[in-house]
């Protein structure tokens, strides 16, 4: 307990600042996303495909776009003012979601948000790599994913709640969620003082052909592994659609992605502060086993108990491996590279999400839910297989 109290004190005053950040915009961001399934089901009548095909859309073109802005961030040598506008995109969008009045309408204000987000997101992950030492990167990133996974449980606990109190009124939800992505906004813009250079050297074009070869075979192969992790790991609003399968009151529903991100809190720092001392390797291998658990419960319970079992081991699955992959990202860039190498990583993994999330969608409407989650666990147990081949960590 000392030790991990001792860790959090070395950690550097901006990372608290950065996952401030990402908590404001969590709860914003989880008000909306945790209702928006339902919203999209129920009020303007989107089929699950559909549903699908916007969450990937969406959440793939947030990954593609990262690869710029990170690469813009190691040539300028600046990351905070990218984070900004970012964080400004996702915190305008936020009223378009409470306005939508067809289908199309979500899909424009969810691309708008996620480009924020992928403008936002490499900058500030190789920032927090800049600012952090060597030995504390699992645990600064394991904090940075804990902070940010608070608003990410506590969005939807709002959510229930305004439910309960405006009898499902999901429009005037919304225009609450306006509130704290505005406050994250100021928050990063006024509390963060980003170094001057985080890295002394001349700049080059980032993504030349020289320079993609300095990434090295190290973080080429985690930037492949992350990729499989996002095909065997889909869209999160499948949680939302499975728990309603299983008779849960519609205003209780966001609960499952509180109980998710509970669990994402509470095993995100342990688990990154682990990394540091342990093989990052058999972290990972761990993390796909308890994913595998997760989609084995999915599949084969509707009763809302083993509904929230299994999104709460979906959670600690999270905890293990998101900032984990972040950290051996961090581990194995060159330092003037961070920001192109978690752009590209971002880019190939959105490749993977998009096409997660549109299969999960025609698995669910054409053989049903379950096979939705059978195929991510045989996904999740080639994956393992690959990495019991794998026993030494990739430098």
């Given at each position: 307990?000392?030790s991990r109290?001792a ?5 550097p005053k901006?990372i608290?600042?950065v ?11 989880e008000i909306?996303?945790?209702?928006l399934?339902?919203?999209m089901v129920t009020?303007?009548?989107t089929?699950?495909?559909f ?9 793939s ?5 990262k ?5 813009i961030?190691d040539?300028?040598?600046?990351r905070?003012g990218?984070a900004v ?5 996702g915190a ?5 979601f409470?306005i939508a ?5 979500i899909?424009g204000?969810?691309?708008?948000d996620r480009v924020?987000k ?5 900058p500030r992950?190789a920032l ?6 060597p030995?504390l990167r699992?645990a600064?990133f394991?904090?940075r994913q ?10 939807p606990?709002?959510?229930v ?6 009898n499902?009124?999901?429009?005037t ?6 509130i ?7 928050l990063l813009f ?5 170094p001057?250079t985080?890295v ?6 980032p ?11 190290g973080?080429w192969w ?8 996002t ?5 999160e609003?499948?949680?939302v659609?499975?728990?309603q ?8 529903i966001?609960l499952v992605?509180?109980?998710m991100n509970?669990l994402?809190?509470l095993?995100?720092y342990?688990f990154?502060?682990?990394s540091?001392?342990?093989?990052q390797?058999?972290?990972l291998q ?7 658990a ?6 084969f319970?509707?009763?809302?108990t083993g509904?929230?079992l299994?999104?709460a081991l979906?959670?600690v699955h999270?905890g ?7 950290a051996?990202?961090a581990?194995?860039a060159?330092a003037?590279?961070?920001g ?8 190939v993994s959105?490749?993977g999400?998009?096409i997660a999330?549109v299969v ?5 409407e054409?053989?049903?839910a379950?096979y939705t989650?059978y ?8 994956t393992l297989c690959?990495?019991m081949?794998?026993p030494d960590?990739?430098?």
């Open positions: 307990m000392l109290f860790t959090l004190s070395r950690i901006g608290w600042v996952g401030g950040v990402s908590m404001l915009m969590d709860i914003s961001s909306i996303h945790s209702l399934p339902l919203f009020t303007l009548g089929s699950v495909i549903i699908g095909l916007i969450e990937g859309l969406a959440e073109i947030a990954l593609f776009i690869i710029f802005s990170g690469a961030s040539y300028i040598g600046k905070k990218l506008l970012g964080y400004g995109l305008l969008s936020k009223p378009l409470a009045s067809s289908s199309g309408m899909l204000a969810r691309l708008i924020g992928g403008i936002r997101a490499a992950d927090v790599a800049d600012v952090t030492p030995e699992g600064a394991g904090l804990s902070m940010d996974t608070i608003g990410a449980f506590i969005g606990l709002l959510a709640w305004l439910m309960l109190l405006w499902n009124d999901f429009r939800i919304f225009w609450v969620a306006v704290p992505g505005g406050l994250a906004v100021a006024f509390g963060l003082h980003e001057k985080p002394e050297r001349k700049r080059s074009n993504v030349n052909k020289e320079n993609l070869k300095r990434l090295g075979k973080c985690v930037i492949g592994l992350g990729a499989v992790f095909l065997a790991r889909f869209s609003a499948f949680l659609l499975r728990a399968q299983s008779g849960v009151p519609l205003a209780l966001p992605m509180v109980a509970l994402y809190f095993s995100a342990p990154g502060k682990l540091d001392a342990m093989s390797t058999r972290l761990w993390g796909l086993v308890v994913l595998i997760a989609d084995i419960v999915l599949a319970t509707t009763h809302w509904i929230i299994g999104v979906w959670g999270m293990m491996t998101q900032g984990l992959l972040a051996m990202i581990k194995t060159p003037d590279l961070r192109t190498a978690y752009g590209i990583f971002s880019m959105g490749v999400l998009l999330s999960a969608g025609v698995i669910w054409t053989w049903g379950e989650f195929t991510g666990a045989v996904i999740c147990l080639l690959y990495l081949k794998t960590d990739v430098q």
